[in-house]
């Protein structure tokens, strides 16, 4: 493989065992310069050994991490240029914001006029010119995660690792941060490299998203790829919210084909994943809440949805939330299948209601069963 | 109930109860002060009008502890064994608390119950025994090999070693929960800012920890200072304040000016602890 | 080479601990068994044997003492739990937040002075003609002075005052501890004051209560200023008699062995203690 | 070069260090209260270190010098022994003699007797008188071996002869323990301290008690009424010595204190810290005007003649004395 | 007033001062018997304060609670049948799991037998049925969530008090609990009090949501009135997301008019809370991101969206997630303006596009600024 200097970080079979125990197995992933690429995984996927991994806490187990196309290997955390926010941002409590940011240069030996100069100029990028003389406490929850990313930034690092760091925050306050981290990044122009657990964090930042799921990555794309493109069953699940049933193919033909679920449910499939699944072959449907239509049974334009699978129900409940209002609708076979409506206000489906609910099989994704995967 | 509704007849027995206990810690403490005022050569009721010849006086009988060389002397022992009991404490403190927190070796827990148990044996016997090895191993070097080793007599070093022994633990209890509330990623944060591993316990860990240690200190010093179960068999010719006080007491008959030597302690005591306090109420408490 | 910094670490740190528990914990203990263990036969000869363990077998003045302290011992950290629980409790859960570092600070208050110093006001206190005394004639309440000194019950004020600190601390950090949601959740299901107390409360403190009940328990059973200060012609107590083995009986050995014995003792009640409530050593006193 | 004292409360009065450190300023003074008991068990903590000069009575050297070898001989010939009153010399060197070699010489005697207030006690006379029940509550002793012997004169008994059949004093020991145990009921407290017996006779909380006979004085002093009263029985004398620990390292400065508190003006000063009479020769004359009226109010020329001194203790016998005291305080006698 | 038995709980100007600080400003409700009622407002208006003095914490300090018609002013806590669930669960850490549902049965002093019947009969409710002797802190979040519960629950309560119950827990198991909570409160048909200050989980459990800020009720209704009919430009900005302008009217008829807003843009509205608007006055204007269509300015289909006001501007950033997909377009004033997106991998809409964005009158809700509101 040659190194092009355009990858700032590159992994090659970065592996990680404790004990017999594999915490990381073999992953392998480039991240092109500036761009801000997300880690998602469920709890105890390996992420955050991963990361580790790159910051320099751990030692590899197999594998290479290369720097700006340099192999850190043997490099000892303090001297590699990758910093790192941490999940509860690990701010110095015993110092105020300004000594806070100015740590690092002075570990570096950085003069102090220049650190006052440094510490300023970061301090305004992140639209906090007033705060160098606060104690940390002193700070709200999101003014504390600009300082820790700007007690890094000021370093100019090669790349930004940030674990999972709006976990700690309240509700409100994490939707805000999402997207001021995004324009961050904009700002600085620097690689990050983000890890969550939280999809729609995942999906609302990054350039592009790595799926990892036990220690392995399922799938690296752009959010959209994984959205409308998973590869595995897996990705289908995680990312996004989806109607899951199991079934077996009736008829194939490559592309798609038609399917009996384990409940009897007729359904016609397009295969996902871009491979050809036969006949007889036990598979995973699915299909995302928003592209099921929930329409009144006895309703005038029952039949203009368009969508090649139909089932009826009656209506279990209503989960109104606004925009992002869902039915919960009790079909034949006694389950439930939540599809999303857009509820107004008026004339509205309501519980009790016998509903038709129609989707195409292109955005029926199907993937073959492989063990129990 | 316990704590809610504020007014009831109940609350307000409890807050009497609280403030009567508090007349019942303060009582003696009173007492013992407030008789280094009595112009009087007993400290003994009745009073004789207000005096502080037992602090200033310079000449018998009603010499002030401020002119009697003894008292001071004694003052001025307790204080540097004080010192450096505290300084090793909470030197030791330190040790085990990472030892404790950080370290990873077999039989963990039975060692931490061994740092535990000094704090539960009888002051007295930690005195003896010490006293009794110390003794023993002196006479045995003589005898053997007819070397004097001066040191393993009573005196300072003996009375600083006993006190250590028990002090040492508290400090190592203090020193330790605060290390356990430290939050690792801290350390990783410095690191990873470009810190060296020295730099990281200089700049981070330590000054973390300071509160606890001085905190611990103070405690150490204030313990040392009043210690008297163990000292008492470990003494030499170097005697400390609360031993010069008790042979005075027992063996020369009190006179106010161990009431006011008393009211001095309880001052700078009072000082000391109100200072423990603040420090301990630090920004990094939180 | 991580490993190796890490192991050498490591062994500095144990340096300093190893040396404090060996040199003076372990082997002056040890040292006190062998010395408990020679029995003089005549003046600068002894033999090996258990006859200081037996003589205190054979005479009850000693078993006596013993058991009078322990008991002793044990009604005074009763009484420290009962009079100091409210008291913690009060601090922790009652007083408002700037009251509670006040209070707590008043609660150190013995500390600031030495057992001599808290005996002596005690005396001047309790005496015949004492304060308390001569306030009550003074009042009326009494027609002739009374005498309050010279006996168990001011040996046990005394010793009460003097652990009482060593109960409360570590009640408070664990009824600090404790939710309040926890108690309101107890009311809220019915429970009363007294349900709520024994069923939640102090199940709750059980840690703090023990290991403030050890600390005290060992202070009081090891004191030795304040029984002989503040005690009375009946009131032996069984650190002054090691202290009389080792001082004026000159008989280090009795002296030891009794030592090893009042060690014994304590810990086999302390043992009990724990056994009884399910607590460990490392969970109680460890904690405070 | 520092000179540590390690002797009796009031025995190294502040004025007279002072002077003493004035007269030879390269000497510091610092003095360790102490009693006979602590002085030999420090002593045989420190195998005779840590202290220059220590000052037991008479009555405690030969034993412990046996047992613990703490002391070591004196030089007479830098001791100024001639003005010391020459009975009390070779009776202190008699008792301390060992393999030829002498480790003590005396410095002052008192004795330990009873005390009264003469208006509330007005007949009392005996150490037996302690356990009247006419004073029920209102006497006091300290329990020490001082009470054991004078108990045992009172019982006819005389326990200095006894030293000599260690079983036959064990008897008499018991004897005088079963008396003291039941005479529990009758006294207030013991004392501990001349300090608490101070405070419980002059606030006339007892009226009566064993004593040392400078406490009397000093108590004499504050109220004439209280007096000091060599029992029926003898009071009993003891004297207390100089003696070098083994390991002193200031022998010179020891020596020079020795002299140094000898001198007639220093006697005066130290008797009237300390309440007892040196034993130099017309040591009584030297006493200060009211403690030399106190011991007048208090001896006859009888009493003085009635004087029991301490018999030199041997081995053993500490340790039985200490376990008769032991039971007696641990007996529940009201 | 009569109380009609169907009341479960009345508050009647319910009040609470702390020294001179109003808590809680004189609220008046009546919830039905057997409906999930929630309290849905921002950090520190007084929920809790509310819920202490329904449950017997807190004394009013004016007004009546009534329980089942019956004023329980004066009764202790532990005598009212109101049980309470803490936001952490205060689950008793010395008990097991069976012991702490059976706690509140001793208390009642119900017998063992009987004890051991409802403590096993309330944990198959829960769908626990083995976990009775497990210690509390072997349990996952969402079990001890239902633990909480069921103890309460076992007692029977006329209502039940739930305090922000899912706060303490991640974000996957909050968004399943929500479902799992309005499911139990069907089964156990009881009268469910939720305090929370996160509008989705209010709306999606709920049957009624009182609004509250700073001690008061700012309006009571069902999520769909509260989302589509807020009464007040409080309740429009909290529930929901919104746009929101500031602006004067220029012209009004009552039902509607025409806004110019501080920027200049004008724009149509209806007004909202059913109070008529006049000329000149100062107002604020909502309008919720999925009412605002985004097209493509060139598009083929610019014309057809339906709706009266219409404003031009360039995508700046678009964030993807899934359904719930939004770009920010920046307007010509420069400020940004969210509108939801529906993106399906193919054609959409990207940064940097000229884009036309349009809403209808309907959608524009717009309040009066009385003083500052
Ligand atoms: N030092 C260690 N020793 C042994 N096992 C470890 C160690 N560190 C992590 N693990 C294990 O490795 C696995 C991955 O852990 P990791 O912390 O990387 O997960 P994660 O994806 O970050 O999870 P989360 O989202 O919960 O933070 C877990 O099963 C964990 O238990
Ligand atoms: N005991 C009290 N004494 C004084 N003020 C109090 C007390 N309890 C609450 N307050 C104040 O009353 C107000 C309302 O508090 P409350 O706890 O009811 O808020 P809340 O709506 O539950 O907030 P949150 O969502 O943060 O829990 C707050 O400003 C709070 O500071
Ligand atoms: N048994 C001997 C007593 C010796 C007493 N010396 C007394 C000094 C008192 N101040
Ligand atoms: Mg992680
Ligand atoms: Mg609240």
Redesign the interface.
């Known amino acids: 493989m040659k190194h092009t200097p355009t990858y700032d970080l590159e992994c090659q079979d970065l592996a990680k065992n404790f004990g017999s125990f594999r915490a990381v197995k073999g992953v392998s992933f480039d991240i092109p310069s500036g761009s801000f690429f997300s880690i998602l995984g469920p709890s105890g996927c390996g992420k955050t050994t991963l990361m580790r991994m790159i910051?320099?806490?751990e030692?590899p187990s197999g594998g290479d991490i290369r720097i700006k196309g340099k192999s850190v290997l043997g490099t000892p955390?303090?001297?590699r240029n990758?910093?790192?926010v941490?999940?509860?941002l690990?701010l110095?409590?015993?110092m105020n914001v300004y000594e806070n940011i100015a740590?690092?240069l002075r570990?570096?030996g950085v003069s102090s006029a220049e650190i006052k100069r440094k510490v300023h100029d970061v301090l305004e990028r992140i639209a906090l010119p007033d705060v160098a003389e606060r104690?940390?406490?002193q700070l709200s929850g999101g003014q504390k995660q600009r300082i820790a990313i700007a007690?890094?930034m000021v370093?100019d690092p090669d790349v930004l690792l940030l674990d999972e760091p709006l976990g700690a925050l309240d509700?409100k306050l994490r939707e805000a941060m999402?997207?001021e981290l995004?324009l961050l990044q904009h700002q600085f122009n620097t690689t990050f490299i983000y890890i969550t657990?939280?999809?729609?964090e995942a999906?609302?930042m990054s350039d592009n998203v790595a799926i990892m799921n036990q220690g392995e990555f399922e799938q690296i794309g752009t959010?959209?790829?994984l959205?409308?493109?998973p590869k595995t069953a897996f990705v289908a699940g995680f990312?996004?919210?989806s109607n899951r049933w199991s079934g077996t193919v009736t008829s194939s033909d490559g592309t798609g084909g038609q399917v009996e679920t384990d409940q009897g449910l007729p359904m016609t499939f397009s295969a996902a994943g871009g491979t050809k699944i036969n006949e007889g072959s036990k598979v995973d449907i699915f299909v995302?809440?928003?592209f099921i239509h929930a329409i009144r049974a006895n309703g005038a334009n029952k039949s203009s949805a368009d969508g090649d699978n139909r089932l009826s129900g009656v209506v279990d409940?209503l989960?109104?939330?606004?925009?992002?209002s869902r039915v919960l609708v009790r079909a034949q076979g006694g389950e439930l299948v939540e599809a999303?409506v857009?509820?107004?206000?008026n004339n509205?489906i309501k519980p009790g209601e016998d509903v038709e609910l129609v989707w195409s099989s292109r955005q029926a994704m199907c993937f073959a069963q492989n063990g129990g995967a | 109930m316990l704590a809610q509704n504020k007014t009831t007849p109940f609350l307000l027995g409890y807050r009497l109860y609280v403030v009567t206990f508090f007349i019942f810690l303060a009582a003696p403490l009173i007492s013992a002060g407030a008789f280094a005022f009595n112009d009087s050569l007993f400290p003994a009721l009745p009073w004789q009008g207000f005096t502080l010849d037992w602090f200033f006086g310079d000449t018998e009988p009603k010499l002030g502890m401020f002119h009697d060389r003894r008292l001071l002397q004694g003052l001025y022992y307790s204080f540097v064994i004080a010192i450096f009991v505290a300084a090793l404490s909470v030197f030791v403190g330190t040790t085990n608390a990472f030892l404790f927190v950080r370290g990873d070796f077999p039989a963990k827990n039975f060692f931490y119950i061994m740092m535990v148990v000094p704090l539960v044996i009888p002051g007295v016997i930690l005195g003896i025994s010490i006293l009794v090895l110390a003794s023993d191993t002196a006479n045995m070097m003589e005898r053997r090999f007819a070397i004097e080793l001066e040191f393993l007599r009573p005196g300072i070093l003996l009375v600083v070693l006993g006190q250590f022994s028990f002090i040492a633990t508290i400090t190592s209890l203090v020193i330790t929960a605060r290390l356990k509330k430290f939050d690792e990623t801290m350390e990783e944060a410095a690191y990873n800012l470009g810190a060296s591993r020295a730099r990281v316990l200089r700049t981070i860990t330590l000054p973390f920890l300071r509160p606890a240690m001085i905190a611990a200190g103070i405690v150490a010093f204030l313990v040392s200072f009043e210690n008297f179960n163990t000292t008492l068999f470990l003494v030499g010719s170097e005697a400390p304040l609360t031993i010069t006080m008790y042979d005075r007491m027992a063996k020369v008959g009190s006179t106010p000016v161990l009431n006011a030597v008393s009211f001095f302690l309880m001052v700078g005591s009072g000082l000391l602890a109100l200072m423990s306090v603040l420090i301990q109420r630090d920004k990094t408490a939180r | 080479m991580q490993k190796d910094i890490k192991r050498l670490s490591l062994i500095l740190l144990f340096a300093p601990f190893t040396l404090w528990i060996l040199l003076l914990v372990v082997l002056p203990h040890i040292g006190m068994v062998i010395l408990s263990l020679r029995e003089k036969v005549a003046p600068r000869v002894y033999e090996f044997g258990f006859g200081n363990y037996l003589e205190f077998l054979h005479e009850p003045i000693y078993w006596n003492t013993l058991i009078r302290t322990g008991s002793m011992s044990l009604l005074v950290t009763a009484l420290a739990l009962i009079i100091g629980f409210p008291i913690a409790y009060y601090i922790a859960k009652i007083a408002g937040p700037r009251a509670r570092g006040g209070l707590f600070l008043l609660c150190l208050i013995p500390l600031w002075v030495s057992d001599l110093i808290r005996s002596f006001g005690w005396i001047l206190l309790l005496r015949e003609t004492g304060v308390i005394s001569s306030f009550l004639v003074w009042t009326g309440l009494i027609g002739t002075p009374v005498e309050f000194l010279y006996n168990d019950a001011a040996v046990i004020v005394g010793l009460v005052y003097t652990v009482i600190l060593f109960m409360i601390v570590p009640l408070v950090s664990t009824l600090d501890g404790m939710d309040n949601s926890m108690i309101e959740a107890g009311y809220n299901l019915g429970g009363n004051g007294f349900t709520v107390l024994r069923r939640i409360i102090i199940p709750y403190a059980m840690p703090g209560i023990v290991a403030g009940c050890i600390v005290t328990f060992m202070l009081t059973a090891g004191s030795y200023l304040t029984p002989i200060l503040l005690g009375g012609k009946n009131s032996s107590w069984f650190t002054e008699q090691i202290y009389n083995q080792f001082i004026t009986r000159f008989n280090w050995e009795g002296g030891a062995a009794f030592g090893m014995l009042l060690l014994l003792f304590t810990s086999l009640v302390i043992w009990l203690g724990l056994k009884l409530s399910g607590q460990t050593l490392a969970n109680t006193v460890a904690k405070s | 070069e520092t000179l540590r004292l390690l002797t009796w409360g009031s025995y190294a009065p502040d004025v007279l260090v002072q002077k003493f450190e004035e007269e030879y300023p390269d000497i510091d003074v610092e003095v360790t209260f102490s009693n006979n008991e602590e002085m030999i068990a420090k002593l045989r903590a420190t195998g005779g270190a840590g202290f220059d000069l220590a000052q037991p009575s008479h009555d405690r050297i030969y034993a412990a010098q046996l047992e613990y070898d703490i002391y070591k001989p004196l030089d007479l010939s830098k001791i100024n022994t001639d003005v010391l009153e020459a009975k009390l010399l070779a009776g202190v060197k008699e008792n301390t003699t060992i393999d030829g070699e002498v480790y003590a010489v005396p410095h002052q005697w008192g004795t330990s007797g009873l005390m009264a207030e003469k208006t509330m006690a007005p007949d009392f006379s005996s150490w037996a008188d302690l356990c009247d029940p006419q004073y029920a509550g209102k006497t006091s002793m300290r329990l020490k071996r001082t009470i054991l012997l004078g108990t045992a004169f009172s019982m006819g008994e005389n326990p200095f002869e006894a030293y000599s059949d260690l079983e036959k004093y064990q008897d008499i020991l018991d004897k005088v323990a079963d008396k003291l145990i039941e005479c529990k009921a009758n006294i207030k407290a013991y004392w501990k301290g001349g300090d608490d017996l101070s405070a419980m006779m002059l606030s006339g909380e007892i009226v009566a008690s064993e004593t040392w006979d400078s406490t009397a004085y000093k108590l004499f002093d504050q109220n004439e009424n209280i007096v000091f009263i060599p029992p029926k029985e003898g009071a009993l004398a003891w004297i207390d010595t100089f003696a070098l620990p083994r390991k002193a390292k200031a022998d010179d400065a020891a020596y020079k204190w020795i002299n140094f508190v000898l001198r007639p003006e220093n006697v005066t000063l130290m008797s009237g810290s300390t309440g007892a009479i040196a034993a130099v020769q017309g040591g009584k004359d030297l006493l200060p005007e009211d403690k030399k009226a106190a011991v007048n109010a208090a001896f006859t020329d009888a009493d003085i003649d009635n004087l029991k001194f301490f018999a030199n203790i041997p081995p053993g016998v500490e340790d039985m004395e200490g376990k008769t005291l032991e039971k007696i305080k641990a007996a529940t006698g009201g």
Not at chain 1, 319 to 324: D, H, K, S, T, V
Not at chain 1, 342 to 345: F, H, K, V
């Open positions: 910051a320099g806490f030692d955390p303090n001297k990758v910093k790192m941490f999940q509860h690990a110095f409590p015993m740590y690092g570990c570096n104690e940390i406490h007690r890094c370093l509700l999402k997207i995004k657990h939280d999809q729609s999906l609302v959010p959209q790829e959205y409308h493109h990312v996004g919210d995302r809440p928003e409940s989960l109104f939330n606004g925009a992002n999303d857009t509820l107004t206000g509205d």
